[in-house]
């Protein structure tokens, strides 16, 4: 379950978080003054979103090796409209939440 709690809240009741966050995989919110500060998720999570260096330059190298004949023009349009698409969703995501 996600939840948001104010900061004074999160500093109340600390230990309970995260239990709740440890062993029941909830996703806490601690805002100050409305606005998002930071997320607790379960360490697991963490570590499965954390980047692997390694595992990031094998795939650079990989998608190098791949694309050695495609001109530098097409691959930055191709960049392009991949980060236009991602940051069409995330305001599309959210507008929704508002």
């Known amino acids: 379950m996600k939840r948001t709690v104010s900061a004074g809240e999160a500093r109340k009741r600390l230990g309970e978080l995260l239990e709740s966050v440890c062993y029941g995989g909830d996703e806490v919110v601690i805002a100050r003054a ?6 607790v998720i379960p360490a697991a999570r963490y570590e499965a979103l954390a980047p692997d260096p390694e595992r990031l330059w094998t795939l650079v190298e990989e998608a190098q090796a791949r694309n050695r004949d ?5 691959i930055e349009a191709e960049i392009a409209e991949a980060i236009a698409e991602v940051r069409g969703a995330a305001s599309a995501t959210i507008r929704t939440r508002e």
């Open 34 to 39: 409305g606005k998002p500060m930071a997320v």
């Open 70 to 74: 495609v001109p530098l023009d097409v």
